[in-house]
T-cell receptor
Framework: DAKTTQPPSMDCAEGRAANLPCNHS???????VYWYRQIHSQGPQYIIH???NNETNEMASLIITEDRKSSTLILPHATLRDTAVYYC???????????????FGQGTRLTINP | NAGVTQTPKFRVLKTGQSMTLLCAQD?????MYWYRQDPGMGLRLIHY???????AKGEVPDGYNVSRLKKQNFLLGLESAAPSQTSVYFC?????????????FGDGTRLSIL
């Protein structure tokens, strides 16, 4: 399984940008990097994904290094509702017809402080 | 925006009882997945489906059965519940098998087996 490494916890002040790093040095050339978050007692929520170019959507930005060995998720203006566990994932192929399972590591527990 | 809906949200069973968890998605997605989440274990794939009428085993399929008779529904059955099946169960769906398609999750079913 391709593995990812994230810091176990981070703090960020409300209104500031939250930058969450992830190392994925064993990623294969055609594997996407996905970011999800899980707010307590809810299902994982998809945030963003990318292959090698930087990506931005209404929730966040994703910066991927040129060698693809690491990436950073940026929440530009963090709010209290962004407090959650954030997971950086490189999916793993399994079984038939390209079905892939998500391998969730321990993630980063992000706390947004007022 | 219903997305992925799981029913029931909570359930308590006695050992040996049977039940079915329902996952419904309204996004016309081809792929559907059942995961379980346990403390310290992350998400583990139970079964998945790559289309209507198809099912396949994931990494922890024992004690569970599934059916995908309709494209929008994916059912997870426990024929004879055991305490080891106490967990939070998440369903996910994905548009296609293309590598750039994210999985979208429901809010989970919290199941306790006494």
């Amino acid at each position: 399984d391709a593995k990812t490494t994230q810091p176990p916890s981070m703090d960020c002040a409300e209104g500031r940008a939250a930058n969450l790093p992830c190392n994925h040095s064993t990623i294969s050339g055609n594997e996407y990097v996905y970011w999800y978050r899980q707010i307590h007692s809810q299902g994982p929520q998809y945030i963003i994904h990318g292959l090698k170019n930087n990506e931005t959507n209404e929730m966040a930005s994703l910066i991927i290094t040129e060698d693809r060995k690491s990436s950073t998720l940026i929440l530009p203006h963090a709010t209290l509702r962004d407090t959650a566990v954030y997971y950086c994932i490189v999916r793993v192929g399994v079984g038939i017809q390209g079905a892939q399972k998500l391998v969730f590591g321990q993630g980063t527990r992000l706390t947004i402080n007022p | 925006n219903a997305g992925v809906t799981q029913t029931p949200k909570f359930r308590v069973l006695k050992t040996g009882q049977s039940m079915t968890l329902l996952c419904a998605q309204d996004m016309n997605h081809e792929y559907m997945y059942w995961y379980r989440q346990d403390p310290g274990m992350g998400l583990r794939l139970i079964h998945y489906s790559v289309g209507e009428g198809t099912t396949a085993k994931g990494e922890v399929p024992d004690g569970y059965n599934v059916s995908r008779l309709k494209k929008q529904n994916f059912l997870l059955g426990l024929e004879s519940a055991a305490p080891s099946q106490t967990s939070v169960y998440f369903c996910a769906s994905r548009r296609t098998g293309a590598t750039n398609q994210p999985q979208h999750f429901g809010d989970g079913t919290r199941l306790s087996i006494l």
